[in-house]
């Protein structure tokens, strides 16, 4: 399924590759399933595709211009898809609907570059993983592929994102052994909003 519902926003799942295998990660514990529906994809649906399911599902649910979103997350890292997110997003600006992507922040480690820039006009709010409070806890808690560096890479990518978007959040799961406090001072010192999230 590309896209779906959680509360009135339009969720959409664009890939299923991810730059983290993270021990809590629902798409295993639930096998691919979210409320009965399977989110993992045959294929990597194009732009037109994404474009058109979100469509369909926006018409079908009470979907508010001026409070609902379109969301960039699914069971997958959507900025590995640079160039389709933009797109996507460009449709929407179009129209007036405000567009967030969930991002675990490593997008400019798989890159090689800072997309923060192209980001900019496209996306009104992005919310940032940090589910650790350390390098080592983040290291071990979501097994990156870029090892110690990555939590840096987060931190880094952050502090890029809040110069082109307005609204920056860290975002923290409330998992055993994860300080959200010590999180919540790493967002303030970042000069970004956070947010605590219960786990599913």
Known sequence: MIAYQYKNNVYLNITNRCTMRCTYCIKYKWGWDYRGQSLRLKKEPSAG???REAEAL???IDFSMEKSEIVFCGYGEPLIRLETVKKVAAFYQNKGISVR??????ANLYHGRNICPELKGLVDKVCISLNAETAAKYLAVNKPRYGLKAFNGVLSFTRKCKKYIKNVYIT???LEGTDTGKCRKIAKNL???FMARPYL
């Open 49 to 51: 595709e994404i474009i």
């Open 172 to 174: 923290t799961v409330q």
């Open 101 to 106: 992507v969930n991002t675990n922040g490593h």
């Open 191 to 193: 000069g970004v909003k």
């Open 58 to 60: 926006r018409r079908k």
